[in-house]
């Protein structure tokens, strides 16, 4: 079993940036995404990062303001966010899949392990 705390989330000014992280327990190596949910929303793809850190996807609301990281010595998976707008807004999952690496582009069915989110609030 893995387990995955998050943190980092907050409230922040619209144009901010915030930096999310992702605690792994139970296991190491796996692929890790980042997901989020708006209210009244369903749950979307942010950004995935393979098992070994070495490749990166983003979807195309995100692309060129978030970075995905890893620290495979701590099991701690990272999300960067600059340029922060108001639709950024919502609760931040981490996920884990077994596998090192998953689709560029994947959905909740790919992963294993879901933390408990954290809010992210962008709001003036």
């Known amino acids: 079993q893995v387990y995955l705390v998050e943190s980092g989330g907050g409230l922040v000014q619209p144009g901010g940036s915030l930096r999310l992280s992702c605690a792994a327990s139970g296991g190491s190596n796996y692929a890790m995404a980042w997901f989020r949910q708006a209210p009244g929303q369903g749950r979307e793809f942010v950004a995935t990062i393979s098992g070994r850190g070495d490749v990166m996807s983003y979807s195309d609301a995100v692309k060129d303001r978030f970075i995905a990281g890893k620290d495979n010595a701590k099991n701690t998976v990272y999300l960067q966010m600059r340029r922060l707008d108001v639709e950024d807004t919502g609760v931040y999952y981490c996920?884990?899949?077994?596998?090192?690496?998953?689709?560029?582009?994947?959905?909740?069915?790919?992963?294993?392990?879901w933390g408990q989110g954290t809010q992210v609030t962008v709001s003036s």
């Open positions: 996920a884990a899949s077994r596998r090192l690496y998953v689709p560029s582009q994947p959905n909740e069915n790919d992963f294993n392990y």
